[in-house]
């Protein structure tokens, strides 16, 4: 497999579906995590972290840190296998494939957010962060137009069956005195279906922080915290939607 991308050898070896991906568009994603996502224990794909980036206020993009960088990049890729795959077995049932993001911070909130929250804005009128104006895409598809919180130059083409792009960042201006600055995600693959239910398969935990140093210097640049795979939705993502005052997903009945 000498000169084929990383991410589609990546799928040969899982036994991911690589019916719709064109090898000769497609541009290598460099993959730093990869979590496997379950219907009923059986595996129907993959859910792939790319490699963080680092950040400052959404510009000065790369993969070192540097001294002023407040927030990470990740690219987050869903591929279906031929078992989870909608033209193919599809043993879930599933319409579509969508992606759902939980976010928790210690930084001070706006008016209106919770230190715990789903990961959308206010005026979503659904839960799913694979909607405009978020930064994702279907299939074979380029990056997002906006590269200058990205580190790439133009927009590589990428093939997923669902795939998002986020670049957090919390000011210091948002910190609180004495206090490590963190900000943690859930990102989870759920299954939708219409007409029925929907459901929340696997997911994977990741986030960063800024550490308090002192009054004078403020918080350190962001760091990492990695990637933590989830065969299911934690109890705290699963209490967030029920407690959701703003978006009413209740995934386990007929919601729509």
């Given at each position: 497999?000498?000169g084929?991308?990383?991410f589609v050898?990546?799928l040969l070896?899982?036994g991911v579906d690589?019916?719709s ?8 994603l ?7 996502v379950?219907?009923r224990?059986?595996?129907v794909?993959?859910?792939a972290?790319?490699?963080a980036?680092y950040?400052?206020g959404?510009s000065d ?15 987050i ?10 033209g193919?077995r599809?043993?879930a049932d599933c319409?579509r494939?969508?992606i759902?993001?939980?976010?928790r911070?210690t930084?001070?909130l706006?008016?209106g957010e ?5 990961d ?10 694979d909607?405009?104006?978020l930064?994702?895409g ?19 083409v990428?093939?997923s069956?669902v795939?998002?792009y ?11 005195e004495?206090q490590?600055?963190?900000?943690a ?11 029925g239910?929907?459901?929340?398969l696997s997911?994977?935990q ?8 002192d009054?004078?210097?403020g918080?350190s640049?962001?760091?990492?915290t ?7 939705p ?7 939607l029920q ?10 009945i007929?919601?729509?």
């Amino acid at each position: 497999m000498k000169g084929t991308p990383l991410f589609v050898c990546l799928l040969l070896a899982t036994g991911v579906d690589d019916s719709s991906i064109s090898i000769a568009q497609a541009q290598e994603l460099d993959v730093g995590k990869v979590c496997p996502v379950l219907f009923r224990r059986e595996s129907v794909g993959i859910l792939a972290f790319s490699r963080a980036w680092y950040h400052s206020g959404r510009s000065d993009a790369r993969y070192m840190a540097g001294d002023n960088a407040t927030g990470v990049g990740l690219e987050i890729h869903f591929f279906s296998n031929a078992t989870g795959s909608i033209g193919d077995r599809n043993i879930a049932d599933c319409d579509r494939y969508r992606i759902l993001q939980v976010r928790r911070t210690t930084a001070r909130l706006f008016d209106g957010e919770k230190e715990v929250q789903i990961d959308v804005p206010n005026d979503f009128a659904d839960p799913f962060y694979d909607n405009t104006p978020l930064e994702h895409g279907y299939g074979t598809h380029l990056t997002p137009i906006d590269n200058r919180d990205k580190p790439w130059i133009g927009r590589p083409v990428r093939a997923s069956t669902v795939a998002i792009y986020d670049t957090p960042f919390v000011s210091s201006m948002l910190g609180v005195e004495g206090q490590d600055l963190e900000v943690a995600f859930e990102t989870c693959v759920v299954c939708q279906r219409e007409p029925g239910y929907d459901n929340i398969l696997s997911c994977g935990q990741w986030g960063y922080r800024r550490e308090y140093i002192d009054e004078m210097s403020g918080w350190s640049e962001a760091e990492f915290t990695g990637v933590q795979c989830r065969a299911e939705p934690s109890e705290l993502f699963k209490q967030t939607l029920q407690d959701s005052n703003r978006l009413q997903y209740s995934y386990w009945i007929n919601w729509r």
